[in-house]
């Protein structure tokens, strides 16, 4: 396969990703009946699904490892981070406020990983600046 074309896949998949995130987190914040919907459930898991299966399968191609890359490590490092607090936000937080709080966290740390993966290093947007 293509490289440039699981590339893409890739950033459709983060971007959709963080936008359905963005969604349920606004109805588990206004504990909106709609968070319950079926579709809900398992069209994140797909589309979190294919955003991985694309990463690994960059990091495959491109024969780039965690272990010899440290702002690859960051990535995953903040992945789970994100997984955890994106958990409290959707589904653990015991109220709006809390959700809300840890929505926008799960938010701020997914913007950190898209800046590792811009820079390709851990400082992410501060390697920038």
Not at 100 to 124: D, Q, T
């Amino acid at each position: 396969m293509d490289y440039s074309l699981i590339k893409q896949i890739h950033i459709t998949a983060a971007a959709l990703s963080l936008a359905l995130f963005s969604l349920r987190a606004w109805w588990s914040v206004r504990e909106s009946p709609r968070r319950r919907q079926r579709w809900v459930k398992v069209l994140p898991h797909l589309i979190d699904t294919v955003l991985l299966a694309a990463g690994i399968t960059l990091m495959v191609m491109s024969k780039a490892w965690p272990t010899q890359h440290p702002w690859l490590a960051a990535k995953l490092v903040g992945l789970v981070a994100y997984i955890i607090i994106g958990t409290l936000a959707i589904k653990l937080g015991r109220t709006p406020t809390i959700r809300a709080a840890a929505a926008l966290v799960a938010i701020a740390i997914f913007m950190y990983i898209v800046g590792v993966a811009i820079n390709h290093h851990p400082l992410s947007w501060l390697r920038s600046v």
